[in-house]
């Protein structure tokens, strides 16, 4: 059975940092697009970063320069370090894995998502 399980969220002030992990279990992922998205309160799930098997990544702007994706295929494990965090950045943050190529931003592209793990970030 697959299982994607986040790690790592919490509440942290403003221009403070978070890293989120994501393990993957069940299957290897090495292959694939992992990617992150969040989701406030009322809000649509929003595409955050992804990142292939050879380690190109994308980013959207509301993150670019602020996130980083990596990954780590011997630990089938994707990260998420975040920094200069804005009360805006408060949401439940997801992470997905994509059974084919290229790296979608669309949430429909994606087909296994974990449970998600909960950022707060304090004025």
């Known amino acids: 059975q697959v299982q994607l399980v986040e790690s790592g969220g919490g509440l942290v002030q403003s221009g403070g940092s978070l890293r989120l992990s994501c393990a993957a279990s069940g299957r290897t992922f090495n292959n694939y697009p992992m990617g992150w998205f969040r989701q406030a309160p009322g809000k649509e799930r929003d595409f955050l970063a992804a990142i292939n098997w050879s380690h190109t990544n994308i980013y959207s702007d509301s993150v670019k320069g602020r996130f980083t994706i990596s990954r780590d295929n011997a630990k089938n494990t994707v990260y998420l370090q975040m920094n200069s965090l804005k009360p805006e950045d408060t949401a439940v943050y997801y992470c997905?894995?994509?059974?084919?190529?290229?790296?979608?931003?669309?949430?429909?592209?994606?087909?296994?998502w974990g449970q998600g793990t909960q950022v707060t970030v304090s004025s």
């Open positions: 997905a894995v994509r059974l084919g190529y290229g790296l979608p931003i669309a949430v429909s592209e994606y087909h296994y």
